[in-house]
């Protein structure tokens, strides 16, 4: 019996498409919440090891259960766990490192700029049309990120170490998007994603035993809960329905979607985390509303102009 029609995602249609992007950001966004909380009571790279290798065993294993047909190739497989080095291990370990002494609110709102990156990138490396409504957009939201980011910065909240990772951790998600794109694995998303967690889990655990300490950790409700977030809304769901919407959308107009990151994480850091923010946060959403729309709405193609006219 296949896995495939009851776990991956289902094939997409105009009324699925905006559900799944929904879920998605909000996964995406209450993550640096859940991260935050993560790393205040254990060492970021022991959570992340952790959380990298249970995702990965519990992919996996429900696959072996369900006797799912392996549909990957030695270079699929390849190519997953390479991907599980940029966007699992170094993507969050830079990230959670930075989480140390970088509010949520600030650390999504550094990564939500990877669209700006991903679109230059996926011009010259995928062949992905940029227009001048996408640059405008791109810019737009770039411009409200900023502006944010740069009010956060002169109230002094945010220490510049933990800035420096949180850009090394940017980078890593950059890389790992257009490698999927150019390297273009086959198979299942869901066993792939299962790869790459047990990749990120190996590349990290190595680190995480060497530089911290298991007693460091603070047993505690709110990390189990924090966890357990982690591993089944991040590494499992969050994580599947991305790779899935870079393969429906292309990854300029997928990857504009992290716009939103910055006022949801700010919410959601306001409302478990009691972060301090300010009207002038707020304002920023409107450019960043505006961006999106621009990045992420059909093109008017020449023939439909003609019928509408008609």
Not at 74 to 102: E, I, M, P, Q, S
């Amino acid at each position: 019996m296949s896995l495939a029609p009851s776990v991956a995602v289902p094939r997409t249609t105009f009324n699925t498409l905006p559900l799944y992007i929904a879920l998605f950001c909000l996964l995406w966004s209450f993550a640096f919440v859940a991260g935050k909380i993560g790393v205040t009571d254990c060492p970021p790279l022991i959570l992340l090891a952790a959380r990298f290798s249970l995702a990965g065993i519990l992919i996996l294993g429900i696959s072996v259960l369900r006797r799912e047909e392996w549909d990957l190739s030695w270079r699929d497989v390849a190519v997953f766990a390479a991907l599980g080095v940029a966007n699992n291990a170094l993507y969050l370990g830079l990230g959670y490192t930075g989480l140390k002494t970088v509010s949520a609110g600030l650390g999504g709102l550094i990564v939500s700029a990877n669209p700006v990156f991903i679109a230059m990138l996926a011009a010259l490396f995928l062949g992905e049309a940029l227009t001048w409504r996408k640059v405008t957009g791109l810019m737009l939201g770039m411009a409200g990120v900023a502006f944010i980011v740069w009010h956060r910065m002169s109230v002094g909240t945010d220490d510049w170490h933990g800035i420096l990772f949180t850009l090394a951790s940017l980078a890593s998600i950059v890389a790992g998007t257009i490698l999927f794109k150019v390297l273009a694995p086959k198979g299942s998303l869901w066993v792939g994603n299962g790869i790459q967690n047990i990749a990120g889990g190996l590349a990290v655990m190595p680190f995480a035993f060497t530089l911290s300490s298991v007693g460091d950790i603070v047993p505690s409700a709110r990390l189990l809960g924090a966890f357990a977030f982690l591993v089944l809304g991040g590494s499992i769901l969050a994580y599947l329905l991305w790779f899935h919407l870079l393969k429906v959308c292309g990854a300029t107009a997928a990857s504009a979607y992290h716009f939103l990151m910055p006022p949801l994480g700010m919410l959601f850091a306001f409302l478990v985390l009691g972060e301090h923010v300010e009207f002038r946060d707020l304002l920023g959403i409107v450019p960043v509303a505006l961006g999106i729309y621009l990045v992420t709405r059909p093109a008017v193609t020449a023939s439909a102009n003609k019928r509408s006219a008609a």
